[in-house]
């Protein structure tokens, strides 16, 4: 039974109300602030619950001291409510006032304890052992302090009532995006007889949607029931985490100005212009294992989006192990499907809308979807012998988005796709600070870096307002040996990033680097980090599509990040290229 607390969700009360219901919740738990504007009018607040098509679970009064008058007014409003649980908060049992539990019908009270407080009120409630009378559990109040799931087994709750699922210490946090060990959670109370409801109770302007509040519960509710046989759900059956096995291709959309100038940089990174789609005006560019397609039609969701956004990256396809169970698995989570005309001769892709309306589509080897490139597309008459630079594959996407999107993004991909991930860091922009968020499949085949910033006037600000909206903001190729790139670029005419001199001699001291070594790395504008025995080396161009650039970089000896402590000197040069 899926809940979610009015508490978490944005907007007046019959917002809360339709935004819930629309994002597939059946149940509500209304904070006691949300009655208290309806003056007691029961029947109304009732017609609204049930116009809304959903069930209040639970009644939450926020007060710390309770009279029996309010608790006899609740019994009353829930004589029409089947089964209802009034839950009051719990800092200190001995402040505890109950009425006559004998009189409030079939309604019941269940004590939610602060963890200071957690094993008195529980006593408490077995030591008056009445039917009406049970407890609730907020999973940030139980492991917020640090302590395992593993202690759930010595409360000894005789009567579980109600469960609210937070994540993050302070329970500010969805679901699998803090450090919170729900899942042990989870699957504790369901061995120890536990089939109520579960509901996602966070702080409202921590929550970015009501659409990922389902996401994150359905998703970690699907998870356990697979792993544990004895946890009953009323939930929907799902298909599992999506395997990802790389990224088969990135699409721009362009107009014939953008196009020329994003041909200009491909070129003097040694792409081969390779084939010509049959019926659109849709170029594919190839170096190793890098597919880069060039959409300039007039009609159609590129167009669109060019429309919208000027020239961004418009698509994303990836490949997984099952297309089609990947669009049920994302439609399942909330995501909804993305179809448009297909001509002929084409194939149906799979594909499905992404936060912020991107378009994402899914090839699989199962049919003819992995022959795309074969079955819609012409080979180039006019390819010429371009000696490759030795750019092998996608090392990493950029998505940067605004702050408040970047929890919607998150789940929307470790939710559908076997993928994990990182801390957050914090990036030094020379106008505040950008989140960035790692995440990865676990062979590394497809990573992705989520940045994002309050502050507008920040380098991924600034592309997040020019672009109306979230988006793409740079790509990085992988290579095998960066200096060796590094020189054939610069035959090439390729304008990298220029670094300026401090942060090499800053460099050569932190890492104790030989004269000759640094000389290497100056003269081609390229960065350095290092990590135990990993090394990491990056080289960017300068900026294009306002704000849009490419990386090229090297991993050696297994080095698992993105070059941190780089990005600060980076964002500062790119700054200044921007307002020159």
């Given at each position: 039974?899926?809940?979610?607390?009015?508490?978490?969700?944005k907007g007046n009360f019959e917002e809360k109300l339709k935004s819930v219901?629309?994002?597939?919740?059946?149940?509500?738990?209304?904070?006691?602030?949300?009655?208290?504007?309806?003056?007691?009018?029961?029947?109304?607040?009732?017609?609204?619950?049930?116009?809304?098509?959903?069930?209040?679970?639970?009644?939450?009064?926020?007060?710390?001291?309770?009279?029996?008058?309010?608790?006899?007014?609740?019994?009353?409003?829930?004589?029409?409510?089947?089964?209802?649980?009034?839950?009051?908060?719990?800092?200190?049992?001995?402040?505890?006032?109950?009425?006559?539990?004998?009189?409030?019908?079939?309604?019941?009270?269940?004590?939610?304890?602060?963890?200071?407080?957690?094993?008195?009120?529980?006593?408490?409630?077995?030591?008056?052992?009445?039917?009406?009378?049970?407890?609730?559990?907020?999973?940030?109040?139980?492991?917020?302090?640090?302590?395992?799931?593993?202690?759930?087994?010595?409360?000894?709750?005789?009567?579980?009532?109600?469960?609210?699922?937070?994540?993050?210490?302070?329970?500010?946090?969805?679901?699998?995006?803090?450090?919170?060990?729900?899942?042990?959670?989870?699957?504790?109370?369901?061995?120890?007889?536990?089939?109520?409801?579960?509901?996602?109770?966070?702080?409202?302007?921590?929550?970015?949607?009501?659409?990922?509040?389902?996401?994150?519960?359905?998703?970690?509710?699907?998870?356990?029931?697979?792993?544990?046989?004895?946890?009953?759900?009323?939930?929907?059956?799902?298909?599992?985490?999506?395997?990802?096995?790389?990224?088969?291709?990135?699409?721009?959309?362009?107009?014939?100005?953008?196009?020329?100038?994003?041909?200009?940089?491909?070129?003097?990174?040694?792409?081969?212009?390779?084939?010509?789609?049959?019926?659109?005006?849709?170029?594919?560019?190839?170096?190793?294992?890098?597919?880069?397609?060039?959409?300039?039609?007039?009609?159609?969701?590129?167009?669109?989006?060019?429309?919208?956004?000027?020239?961004?990256?418009?698509?994303?396809?990836?490949?997984?192990?099952?297309?089609?169970?990947?669009?049920?698995?994302?439609?399942?989570?909330?995501?909804?499907?993305?179809?448009?005309?297909?001509?002929?001769?084409?194939?149906?892709?799979?594909?499905?809308?992404?936060?912020?309306?991107?378009?994402?589509?899914?090839?699989?080897?199962?049919?003819?979807?992995?022959?795309?490139?074969?079955?819609?597309?012409?080979?180039?008459?006019?390819?010429?012998?371009?000696?490759?630079?030795?750019?092998?594959?996608?090392?990493?996407?950029?998505?940067?988005?605004?702050?408040?999107?970047?929890?919607?993004?998150?789940?929307?991909?470790?939710?559908?796709?076997?993928?994990?991930?990182?801390?957050?860091?914090?990036?030094?922009?020379?106008?505040?600070?950008?989140?960035?968020?790692?995440?990865?499949?676990?062979?590394?085949?497809?990573?992705?870096?989520?940045?994002?910033?309050?502050?507008?006037?920040?380098?991924?600000?600034?592309?997040?307002?020019?672009?109306?909206?979230?988006?793409?903001?740079?790509?990085?190729?992988?290579?095998?040996?960066?200096?060796?790139?590094?020189?054939?670029?610069?035959?090439?005419?390729?304008?990298?990033?220029?670094?300026?001199?401090?942060?090499?001699?800053?460099?050569?001291?932190?890492?104790?680097?030989?004269?000759?070594?640094?000389?290497?790395?100056?003269?081609?504008?390229?960065?350095?980090?290092?990590?135990?025995?990993?090394?990491?080396?990056?080289?960017?161009?300068?900026?294009?599509?306002?704000?849009?650039?490419?990386?090229?970089?090297?991993?050696?000896?297994?080095?698992?990040?993105?070059?941190?402590?780089?990005?600060?000197?980076?964002?500062?040069?790119?700054?200044?290229?921007?307002?020159?």
């Amino acid at each position: 039974m899926l809940c979610i607390s009015t508490n978490t969700v944005k907007g007046n009360f019959e917002e809360k109300l339709k935004s819930v219901s629309e994002s597939n919740f059946n149940f509500v738990e209304i904070q006691s602030l949300d009655l208290l504007k309806f003056q007691n009018k029961t029947e109304e607040i009732l017609d609204m619950i049930e116009s809304a098509n959903l069930r209040i679970a639970a009644f939450n009064f926020q007060n710390k001291v309770y009279s029996k008058k309010d608790i006899l007014l609740a019994a009353q409003f829930s004589i029409s409510i089947k089964s209802p649980i009034l839950i009051l908060n719990i800092s200190d049992p001995k402040q505890i006032v109950l009425p006559d539990l004998d009189l409030i019908g079939d309604l019941k009270i269940a004590l939610l304890p602060t963890r200071e407080c957690e094993s008195e009120t529980i006593q408490y409630v077995h030591k008056l052992n009445h039917s009406n009378l049970g407890i609730a559990l907020n999973s940030a109040n139980v492991l917020g302090d640090g302590t395992r799931p593993l202690r759930l087994r010595d409360l000894q709750i005789s009567k579980l009532f109600y469960v609210q699922l937070a994540d993050g210490v302070n329970g500010h946090l969805l679901p699998k995006l803090g450090e919170l060990n729900l899942q042990a959670f989870i699957k504790i109370l369901s061995r120890s007889g536990y089939y109520g409801i579960w509901c996602i109770s966070i702080k409202e302007k921590n929550c970015p949607s009501t659409a990922s509040a389902y996401r994150s519960l359905l998703n970690i509710l699907s998870e356990v029931s697979i792993s544990e046989p004895s946890a009953k759900f009323d939930i929907p059956v799902i298909p599992s985490r999506v395997p990802t096995t790389g990224i088969e291709f990135i699409e721009f959309a362009v107009d014939e100005n953008a196009s020329n100038e994003l041909t200009k940089i491909l070129l003097s990174m040694s792409f081969r212009k390779e084939r010509i789609h049959l019926n659109k005006d849709v170029v594919l560019w190839r170096q190793g294992a890098i597919n880069i397609v060039i959409n300039k039609e007039k009609y159609g969701y590129a167009h669109e989006a060019f429309e919208a956004h000027g020239a961004i990256v418009c698509d994303m396809g990836l490949r997984v192990q099952n297309a089609d169970e990947t669009v049920s698995r994302a439609k399942s989570l909330g995501s909804k499907s993305f179809i448009q005309n297909v001509g002929l001769g084409e194939l149906n892709i799979p594909a499905v809308r992404g936060v912020g309306g991107t378009i994402v589509h899914f090839i699989d080897e199962n049919s003819d979807l992995h022959r795309v490139w074969d079955i819609e597309f012409d080979r180039t008459n006019d390819v010429e012998a371009i000696q490759p630079i030795g750019l092998r594959r996608i090392d990493h996407v950029a998505q940067t988005m605004r702050y408040d999107e970047m929890q919607d993004w998150l789940l929307y991909y470790i939710s559908t796709f076997e993928m994990d991930k990182s801390s957050i860091v914090n990036v030094n922009d020379p106008s505040g600070i950008i989140l960035s968020q790692a995440i990865e499949s676990p062979e590394g085949e497809v990573r992705l870096n989520l940045n994002a910033s309050a502050d507008l006037n920040t380098f991924a600000g600034v592309f997040v307002e020019d672009k109306f909206g979230a988006g793409v903001q740079h790509l990085a190729f992988a290579t095998d040996d960066i200096f060796e790139s590094a020189n054939l670029l610069r035959v090439n005419g390729f304008k990298s990033l220029d670094i300026p001199s401090e942060y090499y001699e800053k460099t050569k001291k932190e890492f104790n680097l030989s004269d000759t070594f640094i000389a290497k790395l100056k003269k081609q504008n390229i960065l350095y980090d290092k990590d135990g025995n990993g090394e990491y080396f990056q080289v960017y161009s300068k900026n294009l599509f306002d704000g849009f650039f490419f990386e090229i970089v090297q991993r050696k000896n297994g080095y698992p990040g993105y070059g941190a402590r780089n990005a600060s000197v980076r964002l500062s040069s790119q700054t200044i290229l921007q307002q020159a």
